[in-house]
Each structure stands twice: as structure tokens, then as C-alpha cells.
């Protein structure tokens, strides 16, 4: 079966970086739209970044200029690259794949990654 595995989570200080890391099994990602969700406690589960099949990515408004979602389809592994980091971005971020045809959002989301935990405090 489909697996999504994350790496790269963990506890940094506001203003730091961390780079996550998605390595993909039984799927190839070049077919789907890969994407990086994240869920805080008490929140619902909102799209951080994603990028297509083609190459175009996208954004949420709270970590444009910030944040940088990449892929590497020889590899099947997709990163997000996540740099002056808040607070406000503590959450379980979750690895996605879905459809390239279908809107960005989690009911189009065909696979999902366990999640990683991303902790942002001094």
C-alpha cells in the first residue's frame, strides 16, 4: 500500500528553520499534487503548502515568504523548507498526495502521511 513517511520535525526557537522531508512508497509523486498540512490543537487541519504535478506551488497567506515546499521526483521525497518560524506555527504537519485535477483542500487529499510534530517555543 501507499505509504508517506515524514522526517524533520521537532522543538526550535521562534526565528529558527527546520527542513521536513516526505519520502514516498508505492506511489509515484510526479502523478499527484503534493502537499504539506498542518493541524494545532483545537484547529482545523488548513493547507500550508502545495505544489503540482507541473511545478507550481502554492501558498497559505501565514507563510508566504517564509516557507518553501519542493520536490524531487527521482528521489519520490518532497520538503518543506520552513524559515523564521513562530509560535503560531506549532502543529502536526502532515504529508499529502492528491489528485493534480482536483482543488487543494483535505477532502481531496487521497493519501496522508502519520505526521510530524513541529514545536515552535523559546
Keep these: 500500500q501507499v505509504q508517506l ?9 521562534p526565528g529558527g528553520s527546520l527542513r ?9 509523486f510526479s502523478l499527484y499534487a503534493m502537499g ?3 493541524q494545532a490543537p483545537g484547529k482545523q487541519r488548513e ?20 516557507f518553501t515546499i519542493s520536490g524531487d521526483n527521482a528521489r519520490n521525497t ?3 523548507q520552513m524559515n523564521s518560524l513562530k509560535a503560531e506555527d506549532t502543529a502536526v504537519y502532515y ?3 492528491q489528485s493534480p485535477f482536483t482543488a487543494w483542500g483535505p477532502t481531496a487529499v487521497l493519501y496522508w502521511g502519520q505526521g ?7
Excluded at 513517511?5 to 526557537?13: A, I, N
Excluded at 521536513?20 to 509515484?28: D, K, M, P, T
Excluded at 510534530?117 to 523559546?122: A, E, G, K, L, R
Design 20 to 28: 521536513l522531508s516526505c519520502a514516498g512508497s508505492r506511489i509515484i
Design 95 to 97: 504529508c499529502s498526495a
Design 116 to 122: 510530524t510534530q513541529v514545536t515552535v517555543s523559546s
Design 47 to 66: 493547507l500550508v503548502a502545495g505544489i503540482s504535478s507541473g511545478g507550481t506551488t502554492k501558498y497559505a497567506d501565514s507563510v508566504k515568504g517564509r
Design 36 to 38: 504539506w498540512y498542518r
Design 78 to 80: 518532497v520538503y518543506l
Design 5 to 13: 513517511v515524514e522526517s524533520g520535525g521537532g522543538l526550535v526557537q
